[in-house]
């Protein structure tokens, strides 16, 4: 599967955004979404993933239900709606498709597939 992420740009603090990850190929042999992000220096930080089908979502603790994640199966996309967006969360955000069980989304180093990136950067 090819994932293509976009949505990215550059807003004050407070803000929001909505990042999409757009799907394309072979979209069926993975059953879920993840979204990452990563600074400078720093691992990829887990955020958010769902399951193309029945739309099942799991989120990073740190996120403190400011982001949601969602997807439209008839668009192929998953998106990342971030609210209340403060300067520590700039960073190049990331999605990724993954097959592991809930407990392994976590880890980058479980993702098949990773769409270029898009960054985001929140002003003070």
């Known amino acids: 599967v090819q994932l293509q992420a976009s949505g990215g740009g550059l807003v004050q603090a407070g803000s929001s955004l909505r990042l999409s990850c757009a799907a394309s190929g072979r979209t069926s042999y993975y059953g879920k979404i993840g979204w990452f992000r990563q600074t400078p220096g720093k691992e990829r930080e887990f955020l958010a993933a769902?399951?193309?089908?029945?739309?099942?979502?799991r989120y990073a603790d740190s996120l403190k239900g400011r982001f949601t994640i969602s997807r439209d199966n008839a668009k192929n996309t998953v998106y990342l709606q971030m609210n209340s967006l403060q300067p520590e969360d700039t960073a190049v955000y990331y999605c990724a498709a993954t097959n592991v069980v809930w407990s392994a989304l976590r880890s980058a180093s479980n993702y098949g597939s990773w769409g270029q990136g898009t960054l985001v950067t929140v002003s003070s």
């Open positions: 769902i399951t193309w089908s029945g739309g099942t979502a």
